[in-house]
C-alpha cells in the first residue's frame, strides 16, 4: 500500500487536503467525500467507513464505501474473523501486511478480493466506546505505516464526531417529527413561548378549535393577546406565575370564534431552561373543554332542579304532615279522652276501633315521613346512654297484647353477657326492633315470635350486638328474601291487603341500621318461618346504671306537687285535649293562642314548663322560644317542649339550638306527654338561665 506517488506526499500535505476537502461538509456528504478522498490520495481500491449496527456489536453498516471508483452506502457486513473485529475489540489502529501475517486475515472473502494490505482505525465516541471504524485495503503490501497510522489518528477522531453529531440530528428530526405527528393528530394543541415570554409556535389543531389564526398571536406576550371574558383576580395570578417562571395547569377562559360561538379553553405550561438555568421558555398545551363546561352546567342545572324538587317535596310533606297529624290529634286524642268515661261494651270497642284505625293510619304517613328524611339527609342519629334491657322490655311490653290477641308467645332472650347500658340511638334501635318483631307478629299464625339479643364483638370501650328476630310463620322463598328491604316491596302482592302495612318498613330499618353503623339481613324458607337480623355497634356507657331488680317495673315518676304550667297552641281542639290530660290530674294550666303571648306569659314568670307548639300565628313556636330564652333576669330558664305535628323540617339540633328541652309529636299520647314532662323538669337545672337564642344546645 502507498505507491510511489502517494509516498511522496507527508503527512501535513495529506492532513491539509482532508481538511480542504472536508470543510464545511457534515452528514452523508462528509463520509463520502472522506472515502473518495484517501482512495485517491492513498492510491488504494477500498475505503470503508462502518457504523457498528445497534444491538450487534459483531455487524456494521457502511456510512460510504469507495469502491470500483465509486461511493456506495448502507451495506452492513459480518466482521467475524476479520482484522475489522480485532480493531473493534482491541479499540487501537490495526495494520496487516500478508508478506509479514501471511495466515491472516482468514476471512474468504478478503482471500477472494486478493487484499494484501489492511489499514484500521476505531471510531472512538466521547463517552469512550467504539462507534464504528475507518479502514483501507489494498492489493498492494503495506508500505509506510507510521505516516497511514498517523493519518488515521487524526482523521478518526473527526469522524466519530460526526457520527455522534449526525445520530444526535437524528434523533432530534426524529424527535421533531414524532413531536409534529402527535401535534397534529392531537385533539388538544401544543404552543411554545420564547424568553420574552412571546408566542413562537402553536400547532395546527390551534386554528381549528378557537378560530384564531396562530399568526394572529405569534411574536405577542400574553397581556398583548388578552382573553376577554376572564375573571381580573384570576387572569393577574395567570400572569404572575408567567412572569415568576413558574409551572401552571387548567388554566381555563372562555374564548369567542369567528361565528359567534363560544369555546371553553383549558392551557397547561411548563417553563424550560438551558443547561447554565438561563429560563428559555415556555411550553405547553391546550384543550378544547366546550363540552365538559357544557356537560358542568347541565349537572348544575340539573342538581339545581333536583334540590328545588326535593325541597318542593320536603316541604309538601311537612305540611301534609301538619295538616292530617292536626285533625288527627283531635280524633286520637279525643277518642282515647271518651274512652277514660263510662261506656257500654259496643261503644268501648267502637272507641277503640277508632284509635286503632287512627293509629294504623298515623304508622302509615310515619313510614312515608321517615323515608323522606332518609332520603334528604335530615334524620339525624342521636348517641345517648341508655338502659339496653329496659328499652327492649319497652318493646316488649308495646307488643305483646298484639302477640296474645293472635295467641303468640314473645320471648326475648338476653346474652347474660349484655352490657347493662350502651351509647347507641335508643329510638332508631327502638324502632326497628318494633318494625322488625311488629312484622313477625303480622305473618305469624301460631307459634312463637323470639327475640334473641347477643354479644357477638367488644373492645375496651366498645360492643358489636347482634339482634335476632326468628318467628314461626308463613316465610318466603329464598329467592324473594332480597326483595324484603326495597321500597314498596311486598313478596305477595296480596299480603298488603290481608295484613296490611305500606311496605316501607324494612326499608326504612335497613336505611337506619346502615346509618347507625350496622347491617341487616334475612333468612327464610317457605312455609317455615323467618329470621331477621341486625348488627348494632355502640359505645359502653360512661356510667352503668345500677342493675334492675327482677320483676322491678319502670313506671313513670310524676310530680308529688301539682305543676303550672303554660300551653302555647292555637287550634281549639288540641287545648281541649291538652286540658282534659293535664288538667283532670290537678295540674294548673295557662293557654295563650300565639308566640307573643306566650313570650308575654314567660316573662310574667312562675312556670315549671312551656308546651309549645311550633306553628302558631304572630310568632311560631321557635322564635317564641328564643325570645323566652333573651329574657333578662330569669332566676332559671323554664323548660320549653316542642309540640310539633310537623316531623320533617325540623331536626333535633335546632331544636335544642332555640333553646328548646324536649319535644313530643301529635297526636299526643298522653303517658309520652308525661313522661317527656317528667324528664324535662328533672333536667331543668342543667338549662343556663342566660342561655341566649344563638346560645349552647340544652340538654335534651
Known sequence: ???????????????????????????????????????????????????????????????????????????????????????????????????????????????????EGYVGAPLIGSDGKVLGLLAVLTHEPVRDPETIANLFDLVAWRTAAEIERSRSNAAFRAGQERFRDFAECSSDWFWEMDADLRFSYFSERFLEVSGVAPERLLGKTREETGIPGVDEKLWRRHLRDLNAHRPFRDFSHPRTRPDGSIVWLSISGQPYFGPDGTFMGYRGVGS??????????????????????????????????????????????????????????????????????????????????????????????????????GMIKGVSDLLVGKAQEKGLDLICDLDASLPQQICADNMRVRQVLINLIGNAIKFTERGEIRLNVSRVEDGKDHVLLQFD??????????????????????????????????????AIAKQLVERMGGEIGAESAEGSGSRFWFTLPAQMAAQPAEPQRRGEAQETFLPSRHLKLLIAEDNHVNQLILTAMLGRLGHQLDIVANGEEAVEAARRGGYDAVLMDMRMPKMDGLSATREIRRLDGAEGAVPVIAVTADTMSRSPQELRSAGMTGCVTKPISQRLLLEEIDKVIGEAVHIPASQGAEGGAAKA
Open 288 to 389: 378544547d373543554i366546550t363540552r365538559l363546561k357544557e356537560t358542568e352546567a347541565a349537572l348544575r342545572h340539573a342538581k339545581t332542579s333536583a334540590e328545588v324538587a326535593s325541597k318542593a317535596k320536603s316541604d309538601f310533606l311537612a305540611t301534609m304532615s301538619h295538616e292530617i297529624r292536626t285533625p288527627m290529634t283531635g280524633v286520637i286524642g279525643m277518642a282515647q279522652l271518651l274512652l277514660g268515661t263510662p261506656l257500654a261494651p259496643d261503644q268501648q270497642h267502637q272507641v277503640e276501633t277508632i284509635i286503632s284505625s287512627g293509629t294504623a293510619l298515623l304508622t302509615i304517613l310515619n313510614d312515608v315521613l321517615d323515608l323522606s328524611r332518609l332520603e334528604a339527609g335530615k334524620l339525624e342519629i342521636e348517641a345517648t346512654d341508655f338502659a339496653l334491657a
Open 1 to 115: 500500500m502507498l505507491t510511489e506517488t502517494s509516498q511522496s506526499h507527508s503527512i501535513t500535505d495529506l492532513l491539509r487536503g482532508v481538511s480542504e476537502t472536508l470543510s464545511g461538509v457534515v452528514g452523508k456528504a462528509y463520509f463520502a467525500r472522506l472515502t473518495q478522498f484517501l482512495a485517491e490520495r492513498l492510491n488504494v481500491e477500498f475505503v470503508v467507513v462502518g457504523e457498528l449496527v445497534e444491538g450487534d456489536t459483531a455487524k456494521i453498516r457502511a456510512l460510504a464505501l469507495f469502491a470500483d471508483g465509486e461511493v456506495q452506502e448502507n451495506t452492513v457486513y459480518d466482521l467475524a474473523d476479520t482484522p475489522c473485529e480485532h480493531v473493534i475489540a482491541s479499540k487501537a489502529i490495526f495494520i496487516h501486511d500478508r508478506n509479514v501475517q501471511p495466515d491472516y486475515p482468514k476471512d474468504t472473502m478478503l482471500r477472494e478480493l486478493g487484499v
Open 469 to 506: 328476630v326468628i318467628d314461626s310463620g308463613i316465610g318466603i322463598a329464598a329467592e324473594h328474601v332480597d326483595r324484603l328491604f326495597g321500597k314498596f316491596e311486598q313478596v305477595d302482592a296480596s299480603s298488603s291487603q290481608r295484613h296490611g302495612g305500606s311496605g316501607l318498613g324494612l
